[in-house]
Nanobody, 122 residues
């Protein structure tokens, strides 16, 4: 079992930055792929970014490439999502999730946090 707790969300003006954190506990953190997903009001949940257990290879939603950066600190059992140049359309609940396969598909992720709200204002 893995427990995931997100933090760092909030209200930010367009063009601003936020860093989300996801603290993991339970089973060996370094054995998992960690991902971020988001769900905007009235829309389906979508993949945002993921990082392999060794922190080497990453993958991003095309629309956030160059804008968001995912990283992880295995020693702290924490994964981060640095978001910059935020846009109104980035408003969503952001979820951290873990998987034991290298995937961008929601169904491949086993454990999920409860989410943190990010609201971008004009």
């Amino acid at each position: 079992q893995v427990q995931l707790v997100e933090s760092g969300g909030g209200l930010v003006q367009a063009g601003g930055s936020l860093r989300l954190s996801c603290a993991a506990s339970g089973r060996t953190f370094s054995s998992y792929v960690m991902g971020w997903f988001r769900q905007a009001p009235g829309k389906e949940q979508e993949f945002v970014a993921r990082i392999r257990w060794n922190g080497g290879r990453t993958a991003y939603l095309d629309s956030v490439k160059g804008q968001f950066t995912i990283s992880r600190d295995n020693a702290k059992n924490t994964v981060y999502l640095q978001m910059s140049s935020l846009k109104l359309e980035d408003t969503a609940v952001y979820y951290c999730a873990s998987a034991n396969v290298d995937s961008t598909k929601r169904g491949d992720y086993t454990y999920w946090g409860k989410g943190t709200q990010v609201t971008v204002s004009s």
